[in-house]
């Protein structure tokens, strides 16, 4: 059970930023990043779900933490779908296990909440395979923790690439805070 009680008066999701400067395809033109992805997607699970959402703040309150990030990959490939009639970055979910198959299990990096992290990980791309069946890219498995390891709700999400416009992470915005919202509010 991932639900949460939604409560405008206390913070309960934290969205920050391990890398606040990546950037987009069209970041010279506009000087968009990351952190202003964030503040869409703050405002999105505010104004329409009614959650209390800090960015890039600190509260021992928060029940969720989204680490959001977009990915860097190859400059021929182009991670775009479209989500009702707008061009839309994909997105990947990533989950650290404390884990390599070289070095054994990780104890001094352990993640004592990986199982309800595995459990948002998954359940959230299930939800995405229901609602926006080419959303979501792929669920990649890292051997390190991450920032993954301080509250049980710990999500770290790749929206989109260096090779997507601004626009197009934006618009991936939506699709995440519903999924989002119906993962923190139905059993």
Same mark, same amino acid.
């Given at each position: ?96 296990i404390s884990y390599s198959n070289?070095?054994? %299990?990780?104890?001094?990096?352990? #993640?004592? =909440?990986? /199982?309800?992290?595995? !459990? $948002?990980?998954?359940?959230?791309? *299930? ?9 979501f890219r792929c669920i990649y498995i890292s051997d390190y923790r ?11 999400? %790749?929206?989109?690439?260096?090779? #997507?416009? =601004?626009? /197009?992470?934006?618009? !991936? $915005?939506?699709?995440?805070?519903? *999924? ?8």
């Amino acid at each position: 059970d991932l639900t949460i009680e939604k409560n405008a008066n206390v913070p309960q999701i934290l969205i920050f930023h391990a890398h606040g400067q990546e950037w987009f395809a069209d970041t010279k033109e506009n000087g968009k990043t990351i952190v202003d992805v964030g503040e869409h997607l703050a405002e999105i699970l505010r104004k329409q779900y009614g959650f209390n959402v800090l960015h890039i703040k600190e509260n021992p309150g928060i029940k969720v933490v989204i680490d959001l990030h977009r990915d860097g990959i190859d400059e021929n490939r182009h991670l775009v779908t479209e989500i009702n009639g707008k061009p839309t970055a994909n997105v990947m979910l990533f989950n650290g296990i404390s884990y390599s198959n070289e070095e054994g %299990e990780q104890k001094e990096f352990a #993640n004592p =909440y990986l /199982e309800e992290n595995l !459990a $948002m990980t998954y359940k959230m791309f *299930l939800l995405g395979k229901i609602y926006y069946p080419e959303f979501f890219r792929c669920i990649y498995i890292s051997d390190y923790r991450f920032c993954l390891y301080h509250v049980p709700r710990s999500m770290l999400i %790749e929206a989109g690439a260096q090779t #997507n416009t =601004y626009e /197009e992470v934006y618009n !991936a $915005m939506e699709p995440l805070a519903h *999924l989002i919202n119906i993962e923190l509010t139905c059993k």
